[in-house]
């Protein structure tokens, strides 16, 4: 299984950054890559703390993506 971490600075509720997981997943469908059977996708967001963002970074850095991607 791949893994994909999305370093995200916005809040989890933010609409606009809501749409933007979502198309991200939908095109990974389309390509084939579904979310818990063939990768993983793990999201991090950070609400606008650049502290959190730090924090955030190191812990995806630690999970050892195949891709990473900063919104």
Do not use: H
Request: a neutral charge; proline letters at 3%; charged letters at 30%.
């Amino acid at each position: 299984m791949r893994r994909i971490g999305v370093l995200n600075p916005s809040a989890e509720n933010d609409s606009q950054a809501q749409s933007f997981v979502e198309a991200f997943r939908e095109g990974l469908e389309k390509l084939g890559w579904n979310n818990g059977r063939n990768v993983t996708i793990d999201i991090r967001w950070s609400a606008g703390d650049a502290e959190r963002l730090r924090a955030n970074a190191v812990e995806l850095a630690g999970l050892k993506p195949d891709v990473t991607n900063r919104s």
